[in-house]
């Protein structure tokens, strides 16, 4: 019975993690529709940030806590930057936007590996998050629990913020209809870089917490990129429920197949199910309802 | 791309080799007592002579080679202090394999062929060793690998100074066995030293009455291993069999922690975790647990004290020297000690001279066998202790003959197949 648990947990935790790298791409991919390929650099710049302010910091606590801000922080302002400078010239030219970022993240990879070296870093992990707690018999290690609980409030704060703020009405607005909502005064420039900004810094976080799991070096994003937009497309673009839901499900889905066979096919069979599932819903668990012909 | 713009080049540069060649020096086979299958071009006229290096300085592997590349021009440079080989100063030529096998095939016959250097030393992964190999074989030349591997092969063109898996694995599994471990949990990267270890592995439970529990692979790189601890967990082995390498071990062993499993519960063997790694995973959450190699810092031999006393003195007071480093070094000696015996930088006086030349490197007196073209090594298995050091506490009945293809063991037949 314990291993059901575990496994329901360890599912659990696998989709918190798929949710908080892919709660950033839901702005930027589901709702700008910018297929940005260095969303997994902008989660390896929040992996370093904590690094390095953990080098900076003697508390491997504090250090944590303060990573999580300057994360979001870091991985925002390379959003802003790499929103300026290139992507504001090439929105609704999706492909290009695809080749440029990628070859953006190609650089940061090599700027990391310049600036860190090539061997992997490690962060510590603070003493109140070390050794486990035990659930229904499950054992439990606390750090991924903390994941699954920034995963949630990061989710929660994003939907709090897009339905009752007035910039989450604003980009809700430009998502929508840009037309219309420009036409009624909304600054769709401005709105753009910040959903940018939000969406990148929610990278960076993700960033932060991944430092938690195993250890840092300039290829960890790429490693999250994959599923991320497996989360985001299988839920629906720009659905936050719908990713939500995606990931917890493929988080689940991925544990007890992978307890039952082996990692490698539980990984294609996840991904048969996938294909499967888009074959009936091309659009996703949720769609937002327009009247656009589009 | 690169790859395929790579290939475009090699014609061309084969072409600009050839007349390197002729534009070489006076020629070690030039007197046709050389059997080598093209006519070397290594110049011993001059007070010095070239010898290579290729290792990874960029790439996946970098954190491995590089220390390995530090242990190489140690030996070199100590040497050149010494006196030379043959009277002949060293002049090391250094490469960068960039973790790519084709990149070091290309160094490997850059070195070969236009540098003209005696020997080269390098290598890591299998892969970037079998991408070198042909080009040693039809270039008549000389590479020491260090690094422990698979076994299964035997090429006259290569000198094995790191160890073969019944000097690394098989001490390993009696170890276990002698501790009263009944039964294994296998874990591994999915790539051919862990398939072929675990295939050993099991071979030899299957004839010792072992019982395997189960058995995963994750690709390397992985960090998610909570199903599969969770998997181990549940099957309740005496301990685990551990031949994940690399970035992953700290995701394996921080994960193995915090399930609350402990050395004390439920040891974990492991094949690649070596001092580099204790300190990259930390050590809180390795204590205690096992490695199975042939050298640590630790050992109070007076060649490892000095050693690791010039070492440190050369690179810095907080290096650590590991079982990796220690095989690399252990080469160049052997190489030393080969044309010492040969008189003769000749490839082929080498290859006949190598039989028995023993040299007493830090990990122990060892000798190459010149059937096989490995060396005897000790094992030994060390416990993680909580400063991060590796201490043996249980070594082998001295050297262990290699036996790359396991011939000597009944219950291996059919694997070498």
């Known amino acids: 019975m314990d291993v059901v648990v575990s496994q329901i947990f360890t599912g659990l935790s696998t989709g918190s993690i798929m949710l908080l790298a892919a709660t950033g791409l839901v702005l930027t991919f589901g709702q700008m529709g910018v297929i940005n390929m260095a969303h997994g650099e902008f989660i390896m710049a929040g992996s370093y940030t904590a690094y390095v302010v953990q080098q900076a910091t003697a508390s491997a606590g504090a250090s ?35 080749l440029v970022t990628f070859g953006v993240g190609l650089v940061l990879q090599q700027v990391a590996r310049d600036v860190f070296g090539a061997p992997a870093v490690n962060v510590r992990t603070p003493s109140w998050l070390s050794g486990s707690v035990e659930v229904l018999g499950a054992v439990v290690p606390r750090t991924r629990l903390f994941i699954l609980v920034l995963a949630l409030v990061c989710l929660a704060a994003l939907a709090a913020a897009l339905q009752y703020t007035a910039l989450g009405r604003r980009t809700r607005a430009v998502m929508q209809s840009r037309d219309l909502a420009e036409s009624s005064g909304i600054s769709s420039r401005r709105v753009d870089l910040t959903t940018f900004f939000i969406g990148s810094g929610l990278a960076g976080v993700a960033g932060v917490a991944l430092t938690l799991i195993g250890s840092t070096s300039s290829t960890v994003g790429q490693s999250y990129l994959i599923n991320a937009f497996l989360v985001v497309v299988a839920g629906g673009l720009g659905q936050l429920r719908g990713a939500l839901i995606a990931a917890f499900v493929l988080g689940l889905l991925q544990s007890f197949l992978e307890y039952s066979t082996t990692a490698s096919v539980a990984q294609v069979l996840v991904f048969v199910v996938i294909v499967v599932f888009l074959q009936f819903r091309p659009q996703g668990l949720f769609s937002l309802k327009t009247r656009s012909l589009v | 791309m690169p790859r395929v713009r790579r290939r475009a080049v090699l014609p061309a540069t084969a072409a600009v080799l050839g007349l390197v060649l002729t534009a070489c020096g006076s020629r070690v086979g030039e007197d046709g007592a050389g059997a080598a299958p093209a006519e070397s071009c290594v110049d011993t006229s001059g007070d010095s002579i070239k010898v290579g290096a290729i290792n990874s300085l960029s790439g996946a592997t970098a954190i491995n080679e590089t220390v390995i590349r530090d242990a190489i021009e140690f030996a070199v440079d100590e040497i050149n202090a010494d006196g030379g080989v043959l009277g002949k100063q060293l002049d090391l030529i250094a490469e960068d394999g960039a973790s790519d096998p084709t990149v070091f095939a290309e160094k490997a016959e850059k070195l070969v062929t236009s540098d003209c250097v005696a020997a080269v030393f390098g290598g890591y992964t299998s892969a970037s060793r079998k ?15 260090g690094q422990q591997y698979e076994g299964l092969e035997d090429s006259s063109n290569i000198f094995y100074s790191g160890a073969t898996t019944n000097q690394q694995i098989i001490p390993a599994l009696d170890y276990l066995k002698e501790q009263g471990v009944t039964s294994l949990y296998l874990v591994g990267s999915d790539y051919v030293f862990p398939r072929t270890s675990n295939a050993i592995v099991k071979a030899y439970a299957d004839a010792n009455g072992i019982e395997i529990k189960g058995e995963d692979y994750l690709p390397l790189g992985a960090t998610e291993f909570s199903t599969i601890v969770n998997k181990i967990r549940t099957a309740d082995a005496d301990a685990v069999f551990n031949v994940v390498v690399g970035d992953s071990l700290v995701a394996f062993f921080r994960e193995f922690t915090a399930a609350g499993l402990t050395a004390a519960d439920m040891p974990v063997m492991s094949m690649c975790l070596g001092e580099e790694e204790v300190a990259a995973v930390g050590v809180e959450n390795v204590r205690d647990h096992l490695a199975s190699w042939n050298y640590y810092q630790t050992l109070e031999t007076p060649e490892n004290t000095s050693f690791v006393e010039a070492f440190r003195a050369e690179y810095g007071a907080d290096r650590v020297t590991s079982d990796p480093m220690e095989s690399a070094y252990t080469g160049v000696h052997l190489w030393k000690a080969m044309v010492e015996k040969a008189d003769s930088f000749d490839v082929a006086d080498v290859q006949e001279a190598a039989d028995g030349v023993s040299y007493d490197s830090p990990g122990g007196t060892v000798v190459v066998d010149g059937d096989n073209h490995h060396i005897s090594k000790t094992a030994r298995i060390g416990q993680i202790r909580a400063d991060g050091q590796i201490v043996s506490v249980w070594e082998s009945d001295g050297a262990i003959e290699p036996d790359p293809y396991l011939t000597t063991y009944d219950w291996a037949e059919g694997l070498a197949d």
């Open chain 2, 131 to 145: 991408a070198m190999l042909p080009v040693f074989e039809d270039n008549g030349g000389l590479l020491y690998y």
């Open chain 1, 64 to 98: 944590l806590l303060i990573s999580l801000v300057l994360g979001f922080l870091v991985g925002g302002a390379m959003g802003v930057i790499i929103e300026i400078t290139l992507l504001r010239h090439l929105y609704h030219r999706p492909l290009d936007t695809l």
